[in-house]
Nanobody, 119 residues
Framework: QVQLVESGGGLVQPGGSLRLSCAAS????????MGWYRQAPGKQRELVAG???????NYADSGKGRFTIARNNAVNTVYLQMNNLKPEDTAVYYC?????????????WGRGTQVTVSS
């Protein structure tokens, strides 16, 4: 089991920045994949940024060049740095991790943190 707690959301003006944090309840060193998703009202949850256990990253087109996913194994935390935020980035942002134990896949979600981009 892994408990995930997101933080860092809030209200920011267009063009501003936020850094989201996802604190895991135990080591993320062996986690196979982690990512940030978001869900806007009336829309499906979508991947924003992902990172494999080996450190490879991928980003949705909407966030390329603006968002950066990173991890700090020492404090069991995954980050999402978001720059040049736009109103369309407004959503609840969720942290996700995937872990394999043999042939069994485990997936965990945080409860989300609200990001609102508005002037």
């Amino acid at each position: 089991q892994v408990q995930l707690v997101e933080s860092g959301g809030g209200l920011v003006q267009p063009g501003g920045s936020l850094r989201l944090s996802c604190a895991a309840s135990r080591s993320i060193f062996s986690i196979n994949a982690m990512g940030w998703y978001r869900q806007a009202p009336g829309k499906q949850r979508e991947l924003v940024a992902g990172m494999t256990g080996g450190g490879s990253t991928n980003y949705a087109d909407s966030g390329k060049g603006r968002f950066t996913i990173a991890r700090n194994n020492a404090v069991n935390t995954v980050y999402l740095q978001m720059n040049n935020l736009k109103p369309e980035d407004t959503a609840v942002y969720y942290c996700n991790v995937v872990e394999w134990a043999g042939k069994v896949r485990y997936e965990y979600w945080g409860r989300g943190t609200q990001v609102t981009v508005s002037s």
